[in-house]
């Protein structure tokens, strides 16, 4: 198993650019979420899903889409990047049974 | 809302020398509570977790950490720390409240051990 894969593992932005970042788990879990982690803050929830077609809002959701319409797969959409969107992204899963989440390997993103 | 407090942020240890990273949580109904290590130029990695049953856990790599429930903390220890150590260290928490979805994690740790 590959676990949570990411892509890419960097990227550049210039203000207002849009781009989605990408996340898939081969692990069959439902639960799957995406975090933003900053220096000295710790990870903060974006968004979360609990199933195909099922989305809801973390902590810090403004200026970021999700979709879900695999079990797969989590993308997440960035539609006019600001500086302050500048981070590194988690992404990450979870079974229904278990309440430990898996995390993949991470985005850094730079918007100038 | 819950929170996590992490009371170090930066610890810098010699080889062999005794850990204890603090970690306290505001919620006062059923938690899971975890560690998880971010190692340099890695992903995060569960270290250990609680969730019920022995407060003291046992994690990989000779980690522990003991739930003092009536102190709503959740502390990671090891006897003796390796070089390997060294990486940035996470506690986190989550509850019933949001069908445990919502995981709440303190500020980190920055652990530096020299050899």
């Known amino acids: 198993n590959a676990g949570v894969t990411q892509t890419p593992k960097f990227r550049i932005l210039k203000i207002g650019q849009s781009m989605t970042l990408q996340c898939t788990q081969d692990m069959n879990h439902n639960y799957m979420y995406w975090y933003r982690q900053d220096p000295g803050m710790g990870l903060k929830l974006i968004y979360y899903?609990?199933?195909?077609?099922?989305?809801d809002k973390g902590e810090v959701p403004n200026g970021y889409n999700v979709s879900r319409s695999t079990t797969e797969d989590f993308p997440l959409r960035l539609e006019l990047a600001a500086p302050s969107q500048t981070s590194v992204y988690f992404c990450?899963?979870?079974?229904?049974?278990?309440?430990?989440?898996?995390f993949g390997p991470g985005t850094r993103l730079t918007v100038t | 809302a819950q929170s996590v407090s992490q009371h170090n942020h930066h610890v810098i240890l010699s080889e062999a020398a005794s850990l204890e990273l603090g970690c306290n949580y505001s919620?006062?109904?059923?938690?899971?509570l975890f560690w998880y290590v971010q190692y340099p130029g890695q992903h995060l990695q569960l270290l250990l977790k609680y969730f019920s049953g022995d407060p003291l856990v046992k994690g990989i790599k000779g980690f522990e950490a003991e739930f003092i429930k009536s102190k709503f903390s959740f502390n990671l220890r090891k006897p003796s720390v390796q070089w390997s150590d060294t990486a940035e260290y996470f506690c986190a928490v989550n509850s019933p409240s949001g069908g445990y979805n919502k995981l709440i994690f303190g500020a980190g740790t920055r652990l530096a051990v020299h050899p």
């Open positions: 990450a899963s979870r079974s229904p049974s278990g309440y430990e989440q898996y």
């Open positions: 919620y006062g109904g059923t938690v899971n």
């Open positions: 899903s609990v199933g195909a077609g099922i989305t």
